[in-house]
């Protein structure tokens, strides 16, 4: 079955950066859009990033955009989210998805277990 695993995540100081992977496995990545939510703790989980199957556009959340970074890498199967500047309320587990590009968590098909960032001030 399709399976998308996150890594990366952990503890930062706040304005630090971090890094998610999620590597997807038994999928044609490419024919793909891939997304990236989150959700904090007693929060509805949220939106934060998109981007198109070749990776040509990309689309973030207001509270992210200009700090955040979406890519792929179809060759490797794995998206990423470069995070900078991070705040105390970034923090929240970090999940990949597969669909087609949306802010909209009914458009993803495929979900990951989810990867914990926890930003420290």
């Known amino acids: 079955q399709v399976q998308l695993v996150e890594s990366g995540g952990g503890l930062v100081q706040a304005g630090g950066p971090l890094t998610l992977s999620c590597a997807a496995s038994n999928v044609t990545f490419s024919s793909y859009a891939m997304g990236w939510f989150r959700q904090a703790p007693g929060k509805e989980r949220e939106f934060v990033a998109a981007i198109s199957w070749s990776g040509s556009s990309t689309y973030y959340a207001d509270s992210v955009k200009g700090r955040f970074t979406i890519s792929r890498d179809n060759a490797k199967s794995t998206v990423y989210l470069f995070m900078n500047s991070l705040k105390p309320e970034d923090t929240a587990t970090y999940y990949c998805?597969?669909?087609?590009?949306?802010?909209?968590?009914?458009?993803?098909?495929?979900w990951g277990q989810g990867t914990q960032v926890t930003v420290s001030s």
């Open positions: 998805a597969a669909g087609v590009p949306s802010c909209y968590q009914q458009a993803y098909d495929y």
